[in-house]
């Protein structure tokens, strides 16, 4: 089995920073492509950023600029440095992760289970 348990949220005003963390545990024999997503009160969720095992990245046009997403494959850990936060930023930020749990190749993709950011104005 593997977690993912993700740290980091807060309340921060609006022009502050946050840097969120996701750290995977459990049966691991590497991480493919690992990401953060959002979910606001009444909205869908959403993507925010994803970084690939070789550390290419994709950003939602909202965020670029302003956020940066890494990653520690040593650590199996990946991280959203937020900076120029914003009120409409507020949300539940979640982790994602693709994981191969098997010598052969097997993947399975997890979620953390969320953590509340909350940027006042």
């Known amino acids: 089995q593997v977690q993912l348990v993700e740290s980091g949220g807060g309340l921060v005003q609006a022009g502050g920073s946050l840097r969120l963390s996701c750290a995977a545990s459990g049966t691991i024999f590497s991480i493919n492509a690992m990401g953060w997503y959002r979910q606001a009160p009444g909205k869908q969720r959403e993507l925010v950023a994803t970084?690939?095992?070789?550390?290419?990245?994709n950003y939602v046009d909202s965020v670029k600029g302003r956020f940066t997403i890494s990653r520690d494959n040593a650590k199996n850990t990946v991280y959203l440095q937020m900076n120029s936060l914003k009120p409409e930023d507020t949300a539940v930020y979640s982790c994602?992760?693709?994981?191969?749990?098997?010598?052969?190749?097997?993947?399975?993709?997890?979620w953390g289970q969320g953590t509340q950011v909350t940027v006042s104005s």
């Open positions: 970084i690939t095992s070789g550390g290419s990245t």
């Open positions: 994602n992760a693709e994981v191969v749990i098997t010598g052969w190749g097997t993947r399975r993709g997890y």
